[in-house]
């Protein structure tokens, strides 16, 4: 049963500190997603990949937050200085190639900046 | 401003009755819907999908309704049960999901109730 896995699953910091997020895409799914979901905004579309190219980032502050995708296996979130508003989960999800296609996500990485 | 809009926060329905939620969109590009369901701690699901060439697609229990002229759509769950507790995400895709961007609405949190 393939799943997209994230890591860590909560992360309590201090502010000013660096986080980094981890997730690890369903093998041979080409596309990757970062969301954040908060009480006020839902899931919002922070970045995607694919293939492993950065194809828009347009939803994520940029002077603070950085996505990744080193290998095909690994796609990273990070976020240097943390601030208290970024407080939330954090989803990763997967998407097979092909349109008309339902990204699989992730369990989330809940984020507590304190 | 937002392109994909679930105007109630929360319905509850009695047990075996039916489940309406709705969700509205203004991107006319939108061609491909989804539905995810999300329990707590957890990842959304994937549940069901319509494209806009379609204005029904039924899996099981549930069925998704499309009407683009009003750019409005309903996820219909008959009967409703207990296990169907969960907060309910509408998304929408342009070009069949190719574009990568799925935006998706702020949700519906259901509760059934026996």
């Known amino acids: 049963d393939a799943r997209v896995t994230q890591t860590p699953r909560h992360k309590v910091t201090e502010m000013g500190q660096e986080v980094t997020m981890r997730c690890q895409p369903i093998l041979g799914h080409n596309t990757v997603f970062w969301y954040r979901q908060t009480m006020m905004q839902g899931l919002e579309l922070l970045a995607y990949?694919?293939?492993?190219?950065?194809?828009?980032d347009s939803g994520m502050p940029k002077d603070r937050f950085s996505a990744e995708m080193p290998d095909a296996t690994l796609a990273t979130l990070k976020i240097q200085p943390s601030e208290p508003r970024d407080s939330a989960v954090y989803f990763c999800?997967?998407?097979?190639?092909?349109?008309?296609?339902?990204?699989?996500f992730g369990p989330g990485t809940r984020l507590t900046v304190t | 401003d937002q392109q994909v809009k679930q105007n109630s926060p929360s319905l509850s329905v009695q047990e075996g009755r039916i489940s309406i939620l709705n969700c509205d969109y203004t991107?006319?590009?939108?061609?491909?819907f989804l539905w995810y369901k999300k329990y707590p701690a957890e990842g959304p699901t994937f549940l069901i999908s319509i494209s806009s060439i379609k204005d029904k697609n039924e899996d099981g229990r549930f069925t998704v309704f499309l009407n683009k002229s009003a750019k409005h759509l309903s996820l219909h769950i008959v009967p409703s049960q207990p296990g169907d507790s969960a907060v309910y995400f509408c998304a929408a895709s342009a070009q069949g999901g190719s574009q990568g961007n799925l935006i998706f609405g702020k949700g519906t949190k259901l509760s059934v109730k026996p």
């Open positions: 999800a997967s998407g097979p190639r092909g349109d008309y296609s339902s990204p699989d």
């Open positions: 991107n006319s590009m939108f061609d491909y």
């Open positions: 990949f694919r293939n492993r190219a950065p194809l828009d």
